[in-house]
């Protein structure tokens, strides 16, 4: 159903292990494209998500990071025991440098598998559903909406399908408003007919190896708005100090500071997960964590907010 798309890095993947039954329980996938070149940490994330039963998808062929020319590696890695024997598919990420030559040669090699496909371009849409037409057993269809219209996905119309909404606009922290919009797709997918969807959670799909200096620091926080048909929003929290990128610790506080005085007004419509009380936690004790264990608090409150959606719904 739901489908948080991850790259590759640290935090995100702690993010699916200390997760990894929530998302077995919730039947959410998240999709990982690796971008790190040492694939130990990947593998272990994955063993933990097979052994609770959970599922996962994972691109083979990534378009960022250390994999972006070879992703022979990874494929080898699903090869591997006991990878092989969990529910993790092989994706290939159609992306402008993946032809439809290049794609079939992928779905040779996983041959056996159950091929995801990530489109993520607007052309060749008919050419390729032709091609894989009784030749390619393709277990999903996943398209990245602001790459594939409804034109495009209507190639692939009486397959399993899934949409994915890049929900959160990346910017300078100190130039977020207190609130952005960021999607009703979690409401509204069936309409789309589509089977599932998915999002980049709140990182975005823009991809950075390392962030700039943090003259602001921000802390985004998704919410559903009963007001509005509990539609996704987010809150960004941010520092008061903005002008240097000096003291990140203090502006996390000030930042945090912020986001405790709107949660405690019982009027944020922010649920109160495990995230949140880790967050609760960090500001009784005064406690600067790092801002890479901040984005993921933030991440798992994401998926957290979402599970309980589809809880209560």
Do not use: W
Request: hydrophobic share 35%; glycine share 8%.
């Amino acid at each position: 159903m739901y489908h948080p798309y991850f790259r590759g890095k640290q935090y995100e993947l702690i993010t699916i292990r200390e997760n990894a039954e929530l998302l077995c329980e919730a039947k959410f996938v998240p999709i990982i494209e690796p971008v790190k070149g040492v694939l130990n940490g990947l593998e272990s994330k994955l063993n933990t998500v097979g052994k609770v039963g959970g599922s996962a998808i994972v691109v083979v062929n990534p378009h960022h990071g250390e994999h972006a020319d070879n992703g022979e590696s990874i494929i080898n890695l699903l090869h591997s025991e006991p990878i092989k024997d969990f529910d993790i598919s092989p994706a290939i990420l159609l992306k402008e440098k993946c032809s439809i030559q290049e794609t079939l040669r992928l779905c040779e090699k996983l041959e056996g598998c159950q091929v995801v496909l990530i489109h993520a371009r607007s052309e060749s849409g008919a050419d390729l559903a032709e091609e894989l037409d009784n030749r390619v057993k393709v277990l999903q269809h996943l398209f990245i909406e602001s790459y594939c219209g409804r034109l495009y996905r209507r190639h692939f119309r009486d397959q399993n399908r899934v949409l994915l909404r890049d929900g959160f606009e990346r910017k300078r922290n100190r130039d977020y408003s207190p609130q952005d919009f960021f999607s009703d797709l979690h409401i509204t997918f069936e309409e789309e007919d589509v089977n599932g969807f998915g999002d980049f959670l709140t990182v975005g799909d823009e991809y950075s190896e390392t962030g700039g200096p943090a003259y602001a620091v921000a802390i985004h926080i998704s919410f559903l708005d009963p007001i509005q048909d509990k539609s996704m929003f987010v809150h960004h929290f941010l520092s008061d100090q903005q002008d240097t990128p000096s003291d990140p610790a203090g502006k996390f506080g000030e930042a945090l500071e912020n986001m405790i005085q709107c949660l405690d007004t019982g009027q944020s419509h922010i649920l109160e997960s495990k995230a949140i009380k880790e967050f609760r936690k960090l500001h009784s004790e005064r406690h600067y964590p790092g801002l890479g264990y901040v984005k993921k608090l933030s991440m798992q409150h994401h998926i957290e907010t979402l599970a309980d959606y589809f809880e209560k719904k």
